[in-house]
């Protein structure tokens, strides 16, 4: 009995093989097709992000310098504001009437010194006929004198007449930006007794980015090779709120000494702002260059992923199927679109760059290389 279903059992075998190896075939050509590339070798230099703010150039706290009711605000918190503006205006009648009162004054002190020096003039010429007596001489003189210094007086004081009759029309010193006024409109401004806050202007077409940085980082950087070097004169900036242009500032100053308390130095670089985006106390951050890394290998950032266990990137072995692997990473680099990759896998490995939610681990795929 055995003999006669061994031919049997052997064919339903043979048949079952067959089956199978259509079926493997079949599955081959209905793998999912996924775009790698090979993880590539370049040489990058390393930047360290630092926090910092931004500081303008200048600022002047506006100040009323007379006495008076404040008649006017000529503009609207947080302007930009131009060079010689008038921005207020404070009440002005008591020193107009000052101005003319001095300069009545000084017409009379002209007045009185001409007639000295006329009257002076003649007895000195009368003296020399013994016409008059050298005491009436010496008296006339002294005159002279006297209306000389009148005149003096009275100059100086028409000068501080101008001078607060200025004051009561306050400009900006520069173009930058105010702030709102302190005092309102009608407010009584006693700034003769002391002067009174109005308002403060920033110069912020150039600005100052303040930040601390450790002191064996920095002198790692004013001692490194070229790329650290060139890199000191175009340091990008980075903001919270992501700006319409990119800025980048110049290294101007280290502090002589370290604070002992953090090891820290403090440090300036100076940005320009040529399209009124940057304001006085905004927080920035500062990539600094610290290393460069001749043999980084770097990957296209958009395929990498993030779960509970970190960051990891989908790699296809030589066998086509795909495995899970967890990297570390590090700085950004060429435009932002690729990023160091500093352990996990090495150059030439090929990871998937897109479809990352159609595949698994363990899947078999069909690698579609890409640049």
Known sequence: MKHIYLPIVLAIALSSASCGHKSTDSSDDNLLSVDVAPALQDSVVIYRTYPGSLHAASSVDLVGRVSGYLRSQNYTGGDLVK??????TIESTQYADAVNQAQSQVASAE???EYATSRYAAIKKALESDAVSRMEANQALSEVQSAEAQLKNARAALNT???????CTVRAPFTGHITSAEPS???????????VKLATIYQDDNLNAKFFIDDKVLQKILTGNGAEK????????????????AYAGKLTYVAPDVDTSTGTLTVQANVDNPYDELHD????QIRLPVSTDPKAVIVKDAALSTDQLGTFLYVVNDSDRVVYTPVKTGELVQGDSMRV???GIKAGDRYITKALLKVRPEMKVKPVTVN
Do not use: C, W
């Not at 007449?161 to 004051?167: D, I, M």
């Open 341 to 343: 990759i500093t352990s």
């Open 185 to 195: 409109v009608g407010a009584y401004i006693d700034g003769e007794a002391q002067p």
């Open 111 to 113: 007045s009185s010194l």
């Open 83 to 88: 060079a010689g503006q008038v921005l207020f």
């Open 230 to 245: 060139i890199g000191l004169d175009s340091i990008p900036l980075i903001f919270e709120t992501p700006l319409k242009h």
């Open 281 to 284: 106390g905004m927080y920035v």
């Open 161 to 167: 007449a101008r001078t607060n009759l200025g004051y």
